[in-house]
Structures are given as C-alpha cells and as structure tokens.
C-alpha cells in the first residue's frame, strides 16, 4: 500500500469535510512548490507570496468539489495555473490601459470568451508541454499530474533524484521563457 498516497487522499477527504487542520497540513506540505511554480511563472511585479496564499484560499473555498480519489498536486497546480494566467491576463490588460491605445478594450467579456480564452491558453499549454523532449515531459508529467514525489519517479524510472530535480528545472524554465514569449506577443497584439 502506498502510505503517502493513502495519507493523502485522508487528508483531502477532510479537507472536503472542512477540517482545517487537513487542510493546513496540505498547505505545509504544498506550498513550496507552489510558490517555485509562481516564482518561474509570474514575473519580478508580483507579490508572489500573496499568490499563493490566494491559491490556497481558492482550494479552500472550493475544497467540495475536489476528488479525494484522485491526486491533490494536479488539481493544485489547475488552480495555480489558472491563477497565473488570470494574473497574467490583468496586466496585459492594464498594459494597454496604461499605454492609452488608440482601441478600447472591452472590459465586458461575456462567460463564452472567457470559456474560449481558456481553451486556447489551455492548448497552447499542452502544444507547449509536447515540445519537451519525451524523456522530460514523462517526468513533468508523473510529478505535476500524477503527483508524484522525485524519489517515486526516480524508483520508477530508475534514474538518480538528481536527474529528475534537473529534468522539472528544465521544463519550468522551458515554460518559463514560453510564457515570457507569449507575454511579449499579447503586448505586440494589444
């Protein structure tokens, strides 16, 4: 049996419960990589600590909607990236705002935009994702989507702690520059 796993999905079946203590041990437990994610993907302007503190407490608010039988990373790293792109979203639109384009953006996106935004930022996640090289992207995904620890990806890989902290440093840094690009495209586009 796995224990962590098991502890885990305990932990999360409190946490839809509104236990507060399952849901600080969750907290302890997560938000050093949240916060690394945040720091590779939100730049220099951002209160990065209050990022995370709003991610938790957007788990928390929506804790009756997460799966205990499936793992908690991935669904904690939707809302981190839906935050990042949020956050993302607001700044370019303040951007623009602030330059005083000779274009007003509306402001009064209606649910279906957002919905279609959402998807094309989402595509263009998993179009980013498949440019990885596939020995990289296996280990992003077992430790981002399957939640899994570098020690069982590296046990189930059989490759060395060290090689799998180096392979998720490249994939973030990878997002990281893609995000950059992107970012520099919408403020050319806007």
């Keep these: 049996m796995d224990y962590d796993r098991t502890n885990e999905q305990l932990l999360v079946q409190r946490l839809r419960d509104g236990d507060e203590l399952a849901f600080e041990l969750l907290f302890y437990r997560y938000r050093g990589k949240v916060a690394n994610f945040i720091n590779l993907s939100l730049p220099r302007y951002a209160d990065r600590e209050e990022v995370v503190l709003e991610i938790f407490l957007q788990i ?25 792109i949020d956050i993302l979203r607001k700044k370019v639109e303040s951007t623009v705002y602030l330059l005083d384009e000779p274009f007003k953006l509306d402001l009064s996106i209606n649910d279906g935009e957002l919905k279609l935004e959402e998807k094309e930022l ?19 995904r077992m430790s981002r989507f399957e939640g899994m620890s570098y020690p069982e990806i590296a046990k189930k890989l059989d490759i060395s ?3 799998v902290d180096t392979q998720i440093r490249r994939s973030l840094q990878f997002f990281k520059e893609e995000i950059k690009k992107l970012k520099t495209i919408l403020l050319i586009l806007f």
């Design 60 to 84: 928390w608010i929506s804790r009756e909607k997460i799966d205990a039988q499936r793992p908690f990373a991935p669904y904690l790293f939707k809302v981190a990236r839906n935050k990042v």
């Design 122 to 140: 989402e595509d263009w996640f998993w179009a980013t994702l498949d440019r990885l090289p596939e020995k990289r992207k296996e280990i992003f």
């Design 161 to 163: 702690e060290n090689t």
